[in-house]
């Protein structure tokens, strides 16, 4: 067995498991799996992966489908042929063409912190949340925008501080040629 192989906990794809599973290493999960699953390390669920329920871990590679609240404290890979719906919690993530995403995320240094009432209802205290800078609006600001881009008014997904951002940017950048 490869050293790679002997802390990776494998559950092939005849495996059909309900309830609570957790695994204090990395796992590769290739069958069905229903309930609440909490993996330390990567967990990988393969193209023929399906899981509902909610997903812990410290990172997640998804190839297959998945219906779950998500929390996953060092990033998440949607990767080709992937699907997902539902809450997403990470510091990271990426979402490669041909993976499908359903539903809300919330990303950054302070997701953990915002996934609190989902841990909480797995008793799970949420990590202490990661120093970070404090940065302006201006400090994102490095080209103008031109007329035609995005009207900050017909974005509806965008949280409302980063709505009000697109509208003084642009608000700022009319008024310069104005």
């Known amino acids: 067995m490869s050293e790679a192989m002997k802390n990776k906990t ?14 204090d290493n990395d796992a590769v999960i290739m069958g069905q799996f229903k309930g609440t699953l909490r993996v330390s390390g990567t967990l990988e669920l393969t193209d023929s992966a399906e899981v509902a329920g909610t997903i812990i871990v410290g990172h997640l ?6 219906e ?3 929390i996953a404290e ?3 890979e949607l990767l080709p042929g992937a699907q997902l719906i539902g809450q997403v919690y990470t510091s990271n993530l990426n979402v490669v ?6 539903g809300d995320v919330c990303i950054g240094p302070k997701a953990m912190e915002a996934a609190g009432e989902v841990l909480a209802q797995h ?13 302006t609006e201006e400090q994102y600001i490095d080209e103008p925008i031109a007329e035609e881009a995005v009207d900050a008014s017909e974005v509806k997904t965008v949280p ?6 697109l509208q003084r940017r642009r ?3 009319l008024s310069t040629r104005g």
């Open 61 to 66: 590679r998804l190839a297959g489908r998945a």
């Open 10 to 23: 494998v559950l092939g794809p005849d495996c059909r498991i309900s309830g609570e599973l957790s695994l």
């Open 68 to 70: 779950a609240d998500v």
């Open 74 to 76: 060092n990033g998440l």
């Open 171 to 173: 608000a700022k950048v």
């Open 97 to 102: 063409e041909g993976a499908v995403f359903q």
């Open 160 to 165: 409302g501080s980063v709505n009000a951002i």
């Open 123 to 135: 008793n799970i205290a949420a990590p202490a949340p990661a120093a970070t800078e404090d940065y």
